[in-house]
């Protein structure tokens, strides 16, 4: 394998543990250990051997995978510096032309046709060097930058690269009806199931060749700027850590599926929480009485028993904007936690409150589109389509004052931004004096707090309010919260 030699195995090795803890990855002593007794086992020649070796060490869970992979890539990777350009007497010095953009394209649908693992490595290197480049590095002499439909001329004068860019320019999607004739063209009969099967499987290429486009970019930035900070950086979190404001779609649906194995985890750590608290306090009067045969020695303390009695839950959600996504995976994650409490009642608003424990049960339609149901079936809006905390906290001290009782802990789930409208605090005085206990989960960062129409710091005031931006933050929390 190129890229790692024996003396450097060890540094490298420390690196990519490193890099991997920085992404929120758990891992000990023990498990770096293993990881070098597997490198020591299956040696450097089989780089794909080692990968699976390496994973199988150091991660606890199938989703890590998104984050050690490329990790992987930049610390162990396939080649060293630009490729070499055997095709051209000139090699590297040779500026890029259109025509060998154009070859380029063949080459790729040919290789994507035939499933060539090896020449799509290849030219992904070739692609990013000769289309990706941009800038120019200090020093460099030549014509450069990214002007024109020709990438930055040759390697050595670029400044950094861009998959972005290099996909921009070759449009391998665009090869999929090529590739599709081509094989017909070879092919008999026509069956139009086998013809979707082999654009989904030729789909399915292409977006491997822009994975390697991508890796290939950053190995090449990583060689110019450090591989450290570029493994820091550059590498997308895992949907867990990223903030719930800006997630996508598919990291919300991820966030989604792993609501049933978090509720798992969390009920296990609230049942402990719940023994621990059951064993009670020492009673001091009966500890001193019993101690009367020990000459007043208390040889055996006496704990005054607790009877629990199964808390109560009511979440009241903001499901306005992008603050639903938030709301949403808190509301199914508490469903999911329904066993744990005697009763669970879930209100959402925007700037009317209606209550939607329905819509969340576990005979709802699945959680894909609970914004759609909530916001279709459920009266949260009134004459326009803005939060408004104000009115909404009014309404449901007003309208569900049975809801919140001496048993019960409320969580209010939103970013406290009012539109600049009344916040109402004296309704919120009245729902926290009313329950055993109100928390506060805002998903904004906490500098953002009481900037613009943030009301953030005046209801920090009056309940306790935490900073709740991703799902690790919030499963922490759930787990330290949470009644028992």
Same mark, same amino acid.
């Given at each position: 394998?190129?890229g790692?030699?024996?003396?450097? *195995? %060890?540094?490298?090795?420390?690196?990519?543990?490193?890099?991997?803890?920085?992404?929120?990855? !758990?891992?000990?002593?023990?498990?770096?250990?293993?990881a070098?007794?597997?490198?020591?086992?299956?040696?450097?020649?089989d780089?794909?051997?080692?990968?699976?070796?390496?994973?199988?060490?150091?991660?606890?869970?199938?989703g890590?995978?998104?984050?050690?992979?490329?990790?992987?890539?930049?610390y162990?990777?396939r080649?060293?510096?630009?490729?070499?350009d055997t095709?051209?007497?000139?090699?590297?010095?040779?500026?890029?032309?259109?025509?060998?953009?154009?070859?380029?394209?063949?080459?790729?649908?040919?290789?994507?046709?035939?499933?060539? =693992?090896?020449?799509?490595? =290849?030219?992904?290197?070739?692609?990013?060097?000769?289309?990706g480049?941009?800038?120019?590095?200090?020093?460099?002499?030549?014509?450069?930058?990214?002007?024109?439909?020709?990438?930055?001329?040759?390697?050595?004068?670029?400044d950094?690269?861009?998959?972005?860019q290099?996909?921009?320019?070759?449009?391998?999607?665009?090869l999929?009806?090529?590739?599709?004739?081509?094989?017909?063209?070879?092919?008999?009969?026509?069956d139009?199931?086998?013809?979707?099967?082999?654009a989904?499987?030729?789909r399915?290429?292409?977006?491997a060749? !822009?994975?390697r486009?991508?890796?290939?970019?950053r190995?090449?930035?990583?060689? !110019?700027?450090?591989?450290?900070e570029?493994?820091r950086?550059?590498?997308?979190?895992?949907?867990d850590?990223?903030?719930?404001?800006?997630a996508?779609?598919a990291?919300?649906?991820?966030?989604?599926?792993?609501? =049933?194995?978090?509720?798992?985890k969390?009920?296990?750590?609230?049942?402990?929480?719940?023994r621990?608290a059951?064993?009670?306090?020492?009673?001091l !009067?009966?500890?001193?009485?019993?101690s009367?045969s020990t000459?007043? *020695?208390?040889?055996? %303390?006496?704990?005054r028993?607790r009877?629990?009695a199964?808390?109560?839950?009511?979440?009241l959600?903001?499901v306005?904007?992008s603050?639903?996504?938030?709301?949403n995976?808190?509301?199914?994650l508490?469903?999911?936690?329904?066993?744990q409490?005697?009763k669970?009642r879930?209100?959402a608003?925007?700037?009317?409150?209606?209550e939607v424990?329905?819509?969340?049960g576990?005979?709802a339609?699945?959680?894909?589109?609970?914004?759609?149901?909530?916001?279709s079936?459920?009266? *949260?809006?009134?004459?326009?389509?803005?939060?408004?905390?104000?009115?909404?906290l009014?309404?449901?001290?007003e309208?569900?004052?049975?809801?919140v009782? %001496?048993?019960?802990?409320?969580?209010?789930?939103?970013?406290?931004?009012? &539109?600049m409208?009344? %916040?109402?605090?004296?309704?919120l005085?009245?729902?926290?004096?009313?329950?055993?206990k109100?928390?506060?989960? &805002?998903?904004?960062?906490?500098a953002?707090?009481?900037?613009?129409d943030s009301?953030?710091d005046?209801y920090a005031?009056i309940?306790?309010?935490?900073?709740?931006?991703?799902?690790?933050?919030?499963?922490?929390l759930?787990?330290?919260?949470?009644?028992?």
């Amino acid at each position: 394998m190129t890229g790692a030699t024996a003396a450097g *195995v %060890p540094e490298r090795l420390t690196a990519l543990v490193q890099a991997l803890r920085s992404h929120g990855v !758990r891992i000990g002593t023990g498990e770096t250990v293993d990881a070098g007794l597997a490198v020591e086992a299956l040696g450097l020649t089989d780089r794909e051997h080692l990968r699976e070796g390496l994973a199988a060490a150091l991660l606890h869970s199938e989703g890590q995978r998104a984050v050690f992979d490329p990790v992987f890539d930049l610390y162990f990777p396939r080649s060293v510096g630009a490729p070499q350009d055997t095709r051209h007497e000139a090699g590297a010095g040779r500026a890029w032309q259109e025509s060998d953009t154009a070859d380029l394209r063949e080459r790729l649908a040919a290789a994507l046709a035939a499933n060539d =693992q090896e020449m799509l490595d =290849q030219l992904a290197a070739e692609a990013v060097d000769g289309l990706g480049g941009y800038g120019l590095a200090p020093g460099a002499n030549g014509a450069g930058g990214s002007g024109g439909s020709g990438g930055s001329g040759p390697s050595g004068r670029s400044d950094g690269w861009s998959s972005h860019q290099t996909l921009a320019r070759l449009r391998p999607e665009t090869l999929l009806a090529r590739i599709l004739a081509g094989i017909r063209a070879g092919a008999t009969g026509d069956d139009e199931f086998t013809d979707r099967l082999q654009a989904d499987e030729i789909r399915r290429r292409i977006q491997a060749f !822009r994975e390697r486009v991508g890796t290939e970019a950053r190995r090449r930035v990583a060689e !110019r700027r450090g591989t450290d900070e570029i493994a820091r950086r550059a590498i997308a979190p895992t949907a867990d850590r990223v903030d719930f404001l800006i997630a996508g779609r598919a990291q919300l649906n991820e966030l989604r599926r792993a609501v =049933q194995p978090l509720a798992r985890k969390l009920a296990t750590r609230l049942a402990a929480r719940r023994r621990r608290a059951a064993r009670g306090k020492i009673d001091l !009067r009966r500890t001193l009485r019993g101690s009367l045969s020990t000459g007043g *020695v208390p040889m055996r %303390p006496v704990l005054r028993r607790r009877r629990p009695a199964r808390p109560e839950l009511v979440l009241l959600c903001d499901v306005s904007g992008s603050v639903a996504g938030f709301a949403n995976f808190t509301m199914l994650l508490v469903q999911a936690l329904h066993d744990q409490f005697s009763k669970v009642r879930v209100f959402a608003f925007v700037n009317r409150v209606d209550e939607v424990t329905d819509l969340i049960g576990r005979d709802a339609a699945g959680p894909e589109g609970l914004s759609a149901r909530i916001l279709s079936a459920a009266a *949260v809006t009134g004459w326009h389509g803005s939060s408004d905390y104000g009115t909404s906290l009014g309404e449901f001290a007003e309208r569900y004052a049975d809801a919140v009782g %001496p048993r019960s802990t409320v969580f209010v789930l939103g970013d406290a931004r009012t &539109n600049m409208s009344d %916040p109402n605090t004296g309704a919120l005085r009245d729902v926290a004096a009313r329950a055993r206990k109100v928390y506060w989960l &805002n998903p904004e960062r906490r500098a953002l707090w009481d900037t613009g129409d943030s009301a953030a710091d005046t209801y920090a005031g009056i309940v306790e309010m935490h900073e709740c931006r991703n799902a690790q933050q919030l499963s922490a929390l759930i787990a330290r919260l949470l009644p028992v």
